[in-house]
């Protein structure tokens, strides 16, 4: 399960992500102004614009794959400053999520989980799951959908949850 | 492992959210408005407001538990207006999801979810808890810390995930 809600998940939320991208890039052309005043958008005056909004939600599912199966990763400079170098970080983060498998994240529960700045403290490998990865991956992808939505583009619900799996 | 993320942890980040009213009530206070006008705040003008936002953030919890366990949920009526109120709101779906153990969980992958607007199809437990009740949690809690933000109060990253169950 943790497969599924931390690389699948993950993946189609990105993908959904590339998806409020779209109907930005869109609505800038159509209101003829340049993408990038987007990229640099925020909420309040000390919030990080959208553009950091998105490399940390892609470092939150790229690292915390990482952390939870040992895999290495690709590493990202934070340089991205228009929609072609923005998609590509996403891409970059779908396309090493995909190189992981259900087996990859076997014994995930009993890794321990640090940072530098826990200062020697750690989470188990399902806490941090729980209560970090998770929560953080969707604070920052909701924030850059509300910048989005605060700057007048037309997103709803159904862009953010994207298809969902349902049966009949 | 769903008992923690779907329970321990929403009552956490619902316990957050109460700290978020708090210091939204104070700055209300120092800045002298009423604090209702957050509750009827917004980020574009077909965005529901903090308080439905709020509500919402309540019933995927709510619903939630009561989708995957089966244990009758409390009722309401979504007429919340003030400070006392919302609190209440939140309190008493606390209170619910703190009735309910991780026995009570048993077995809710298998279980089929479902709701009029789905029209027939249906999505199966697990599917549900990743792909509809936690991106809507989140969503929604995020989303009131981004009205509360985006009006002047003083929240970071530390009141949204609370505490860290570290070890060392």
Redesign the interface.
């Known amino acids: ?2 497969y ?2 931390t690389n699948v ?1 993950c993946i ?2 990105l993908t959904n992500l590339l998806g409020f991208l779209d109907k930005a890039a869109a609505y800038a052309d159509h209101k003829k102004f340049d993408f990038e005043v987007l990229m640099q958008s925020r ?2 005056p000390d ?1 990080f614009p959208l553009a950091r909004q998105i490399q940390i939600a892609c470092d939150t599912a790229k690292l915390g794959a990482f952390r939870l199966t040992g895999k290495e990763a690709p590493s990202h400079a934070d340089t991205e400053k228009t929609l072609p170098e923005i998609r590509q970080r996403i891409e970059s983060t779908v396309n090493y999520l995909k190189t992981l498998s259900a087996k990859d994240y076997e014994g995930f ?1 009993s890794r ?1 989980i640090t940072q530098p700045r ?1 200062e ?5 490998g ?2 941090y799951m ?3 990865l ?3 991956f ?2 920052h992808i ?2 850059a ?2 910048i989005l ?2 700057n ?1 583009v037309d997103l709803g ?1 159904g862009d ?2 994207g298809t ?5």
Chains 1, 2 share one sequence.
């Open positions: 399960m943790t599924e809600m998940q189609n939320i909420l309040a919030q529960a321990k826990w020697g403290k750690y989470l188990m399902d806490d729980i209560h970090h998770i929560p953080n969707y604070f909701t924030t959908y509300a939505r605060h007048g619900k953010f949850l969902l799996p349902f049966k009949k």
